[in-house]
């Protein structure tokens, strides 16, 4: 398991500073949401965590298990599967073996799919799979970078309760952007707001799980929302 560390780390394309002085420190098997206004920095923060990004200064750092790198898989808002694969084979391309990736397509409940083709099955079947193929590595560290944005309520509902229990069976920690303040309130221990670049809000989220949208929950919710929208 591991701690990620950010120390002063800023990020520029050409003269356009994305990120700047960002200090964060988060906890392993924590579950941390980052959020804000599109174009904020947050989605250029998780490529960064996933070494998908260059630093333009700072430092980025895992601490943890001596002369071991962490497993970093990452989830994006489109499945990203191979059509002309099937289902047990495209999660086969993160697994060990195939008894492995059938494990893991099980725990996402869809093992009568493992021969289909991609484009047999909905949307919500899709990012079920495209997770799937994300824990079949048996991650330390799993970001998601917008994968419920384009499902419809109901099945975005029951991503995030799959996504909750897989979390709490297995401890990798998870780093989670999203647009949805209350997916944020929902599924995070902690909620980043970014703005300009730099975080405005470290807010802790003490709710009991699962969690019920009662008063406490929309405290948090109007307060993440009042600085994103006064930001």
């Known amino acids: 398991m591991f701690n990620i560390e950010l ?14 002085d960002i200090n964060l420190s988060i906890e392993q098997g924590s579950f941390t949401a980052i ?14 965590i996933a070494k ?3 630093i333009s200064r700072g430092e980025l750092s895992f601490s943890g298990e001596e002369d071991k790198e962490p497993k970093i898989r990452v989830m994006f808002q489109d499945d990203r599967l191979i059509p002309w694969k099937s289902i047990l084979n495209n999660i086969n391309l993160g697994a060990v073996n195939k008894e492995v990736a059938t494990e893991s397509l099980e725990k996402v409940g ?10 047999q ?30 499902l419809d309520a109901l099945t975005r509902i029951e991503m995030q309760n799959l996504i909750e229990g897989l979390w709490q069976q297995q401890k990798f920690t998870s780093l989670l952007v999203t647009h949805d303040v209350t997916e944020a309130v929902r599924l995070a221990d902690r909620v ?7 975080i405005q809000l470290d807010q802790p989220i003490d709710l009991p799980r699962p969690r019920e949208r009662d008063d406490k929950f ?5 307060k993440i929302l009042d600085e994103i929208l006064g930001g």
């Open 7 to 20: 120390k002063n780390v800023a990020k520029s394309y050409g003269e356009n500073e994305v990120l700047r």
């Open 35 to 48: 959020v804000g206004r599109s174009g904020c920095g947050k989605s250029t923060l998780l490529r960064i």
């Open 52 to 54: 998908l990004e260059e």
């Open 110 to 119: 869809l093992i009568e799919k493992k021969n289909d083709w991609p484009d």
């Open 121 to 150: 099955l909905s949307g919500g079947q899709k990012q079920r799979i495209a997770l799937a193929r994300a824990l079949a590595s048996n991650p330390d560290i799993l970001l998601f970078d917008e994968p419920l944005g384009a």
């Open 192 to 198: 980043i707001v970014i703005d300009k670049g730099v």
């Open 218 to 222: 929309t405290f948090y919710e109007k």
